[in-house]
């Protein structure tokens, strides 16, 4: 796996195999950094060409400027794939993944190939009342990562997965994350309910893990209503991050899902 950063750019973005006909976008989950995919990285790697980042205030894409916020992820994004001559790619988000990942499908839907969200909701008909709720949970993590990185970081990993190994696994990335890395997530809802839904030409596969919250839950089953024709997956014995928790199940989805996106 390469290391690169495009200039004038926050974000450390890293490509592992570049001989494979088809490329694929993993987008890690708040908290925690392009290492929450290593497992997908090793089983896909000779198949596809894999490229991930560290989102802004994650992992390394820390060495900000003045300005520099996660509503400028998108046009960063599309930045890394005209430098690698990334024509479409199929793109996988987890959680605040899923989140970014949609919002350059609004902007840029010409480069993808399939979308694939999991642990999220659709940014573009979030319900008003789900969203309050989504915020009050956001600003009681905040106020546990302001007093202690290890408290937050405790409570999150039982949040965000279900089987002890991927628990502990999040946890030793969460407690690297830096506490003043909250201010470039304060753009986020500025993706929200910012755009209406264009027809997709591109499939759509969406879902959650079994134990994920009942929010979660819910929030793909609305989804789902809005855009009946996606396809959705919940998977058993696990929880917010499927691909940690669940990573056989989740390779042979994404495999299916993929295979099928080309064939179409």
């Given at each position: ?21 088809e490329?694929?976008l ?27 980042l ?20 998108s046009?960063?994004i ?39 969200c ?10 008003t ?21 290890k ?14 190994q991927a ?17 470039y997530?304060?753009?986020?809802n500025?993706m929200?309910n ?35 024709e996606?396809r959705v ?11 940690m928790?669940?990573?056989n199940k ?13 064939c179409?």
């Open positions: 796996m390469k290391q690169y950063q495009l200039n004038n750019s926050p974000i450390v973005y890293y490509i592992s195999g570049q001989d494979n006909p490329w694929v993993l987008l890690h989950a708040a908290f925690v950094n392009h290492n929450m995919f290593q497992t997908q990285i090793d089983y896909f790697k000779d198949k596809y060409n894999i490229l991930t560290d989102i802004i205030g994650h992992g390394k894409s820390t060495k900000t400027r003045k300005g520099d916020s996660i509503d400028k992820m046009a960063w599309n930045e890394i794939l005209k430098t690698e001559k990334i024509e479409k790619v199929h793109i996988v988000g987890i959680s605040l993944g899923a989140v970014l990942a949609q919002d350059f499908a609004n902007q840029y839907p010409e480069a993808v190939q399939s979308l694939a999991f642990g999220g909701y659709d940014i573009n008909n979030f319900d009342k789900m969203q309050k709720e989504n915020g009050a949970s956001q600003l009681l993590m905040m106020f546990k990562a302001i007093f202690s990185v408290w937050f970081a405790k409570s999150n990993k039982k949040i965000s997965a279900y089987t002890s628990q502990e696994d999040f946890y030793e990335m969460n407690i690297q994350f830096p506490k003043k890395s909250f201010m997530l304060a753009s986020l500025s929200v910012a755009r209406q839904t264009m027809l997709r030409k591109y499939p759509l596969l969406i879902g959650c893990g079994q134990f994920d919250i009942p929010m979660e839950l819910s929030a793909v089953e609305m989804w789902k209503k809005n855009e009946p996606c997956v919940i998977f058993e014995n696990a929880g917010h991050c499927v691909n928790d669940t990573p989740f390779h042979a989805v994404m495999e299916e899902f993929w295979t099928s996106a080309s179409g």
